[in-house]
């Protein structure tokens, strides 16, 4: 999991270089779904609609040579698969990207 937030806040990071801007990290339980949800935000520039399909795929990147591998998201999204969750993503041009991860939560063990 840690793995996981370093990539998404490092990506936001980059993505806001040139402006500035603001990065949050949330959670919440939804208790009738049996879920935790994380969110990872940030106002910055936005992923172009025709790139938000492609940006979990393996080595697709939008970064400059040199400066990123394609690998990040692609490592998140199996990661977040192998722990039973969802990884989805919304976002905007000029309004922020945000992921949102779904995981499983399982009750505490009775003693």
């Known amino acids: 999991m840690q793995q ?3 990539n998404l806040m490092n990506n936001a990071i980059d993505a806001m270089e040139n402006r500035g801007g603001e990065l949050t990290i949330s959670t919440r339980s939804e208790f009738k779904e049996g879920v935790i949800v994380i969110e990872v935000s ?5 992923i172009p609609e025709a790139n938000l399909s492609r940006i979990f795929e393996p080595f697709f990147t939008t970064k ?12 998140c999204y199996g990661i977040i698969q192998k722990m039973g969750g969802q990884i989805d993503v919304k976002s905007g041009i000029d309004s922020g990207t945000t992921f949102y991860i779904r995981l499983p939560v399982q009750d505490p063990p009775v003693s």
């Open 4 to 6: 996981v937030l370093l």
């Open 42 to 46: 940030d106002n910055g520039p936005g």
């Open 64 to 75: 400059p040579v040199g400066k990123g591998t394609g690998l990040g998201l692609s490592i």
